[in-house]
């Protein structure tokens, strides 16, 4: 239900305050800070009989019968979605600074993605994380093969997003040569001629590619090519799960809301150990009346993983052209900086956006 619906502006205007106190100060809210600190016009009563029906509500709580009040998960989720307007600064300052550090001449794709996470987790003072893209949403841009050994041969391919993979391939009976420069010269053939046929193919189609005209206009190099195709196959498979980069834990371990180890230890292992649970968060496209927010909010209790429920996750995907190829986040308490928080995660999201299409 919305805020405006049912709540006055005068209790809209003390829940805010409230919430905006308490994120700044981590202490519960009584009637006479507020009074104090945020000018209200009306008695210390008036405010006091205010916070007890925002209670009731359920969008505040008392943590101890004679302590103020600090907000509920609900409380927060109403304060981001209606009462709280996001600081745009912020989000020009980190795409600013993106502009400025985060590529360099030699840059890569992963190093790009390490610099961001380490420029939100800064700027933010939280958890930031960053999943590499998809690999199977790539497209081939570039394939080589290149002589190891007698016996070896390395196929090297580079996507779009300036990924690249390797692997290591045994060369069959029929391409066994006494002449290694004669290898390498059927081998840059063979690469030249692949690179032409398969470029712009997403690396998903790779897999199920139906070798037998390209088999046909190289028979000699049939058994080769199954065998490659096979490796690409298992080698895309083995890394379809996306890798998450992380920066910023131990600046939010540090925060009030983590005073129990035993809160730590949890986060710690999801982080670490358990992000195949962690990812399915991250990538979660927002439900379909949302679906025009570019930034997905979960608070608190909305996480369906205990080791979250302290916190808030906020999300944005950062995409190839239209396609959604990864995912730009910030984990922190749910008394979050909302603020700063939602413009820094959608900045990143949207030049990282800008970096890969390019």
Not at 221 to 245: D, K, M, R, W
Not at 303 to 309: G, V
């Amino acid at each position: 239900m919305s805020a405006r619906n049912h709540l006055s502006d005068r209790y809209q205007h003390i829940l805010k305050a409230t919430i905006q106190h308490y994120i700044a100060t981590a202490e519960p809210v009584g009637s006479k800070t507020l009074l104090e600190e945020y000018k209200f016009t009306v008695s210390s009563a008036t405010i006091r009989n205010a916070l007890g029906k925002l209670e009731k509500e359920g969008l505040l709580y008392q943590p101890h019968t004679s302590s103020g009040r600090i907000p509920s998960d609900w409380g927060y989720r109403l304060y981001v979605d209606e009462l709280m307007t996001p600081d745009d600064r912020i989000g020009e300052k980190i795409g600013y600074y993106l502009h400025q550090n985060a590529k360099s001449p030699a840059w890569s794709l992963e190093s790009l993605l390490q610099r961001a996470t380490q420029l939100l987790a800064g700027l933010s003072g939280y958890i930031a994380i960053v999943t590499l893209p998809h690999t199977l949403t790539n497209t081939l841009r570039h394939l080589q093969l290149v002589p190891v050994s007698d016996r070896q041969i390395m196929l090297i391919i580079v996507t779009d997003s300036l990924q690249t993979r390797s692997v290591m391939i045994e060369i069959p009976e029929s391409m066994a040569t006494d002449k290694k420069d004669g290898l390498a010269e059927e081998l840059q053939i063979l690469s030249n001629f692949l690179g032409e046929k398969l470029k712009g193919y997403c690396l998903a189609d790779l897999i199920n590619l139906d070798w037998q005209q390209i088999e046909r206009e190289f028979t000699r190099y049939t058994h080769f090519l199954q065998q490659l195709s096979q490796e690409i196959g298992a080698s895309l498979q083995s890394t379809a799960t996306p890798e998450i980069i992380v920066h910023g834990v131990a600046e939010v371990i540090r925060q009030p809301e983590f005073a129990q180890w035993q809160q730590v230890q949890m986060l710690l292992h999801l982080l670490e150990a358990e992000q195949d649970r962690l990812l399915p968060l991250i990538l979660q496209r927002p439900e379909p009346e949302k679906s025009a927010k570019k930034v997905k909010i979960t608070i608190g209790s909305e996480n369906p993983l205990e080791s979250m429920r302290p916190c808030t996750l906020i999300s944005a995907f950062y995409k190839q052209g239209d396609t959604p190829v990864g995912s730009v986040g910030i984990i922190g308490p749910t008394r979050m900086l909302y603020e700063n928080t939602i413009p820094l995660v959608e900045s990143t999201a949207n030049y990282l956006s800008e970096a890969i299409s390019k």
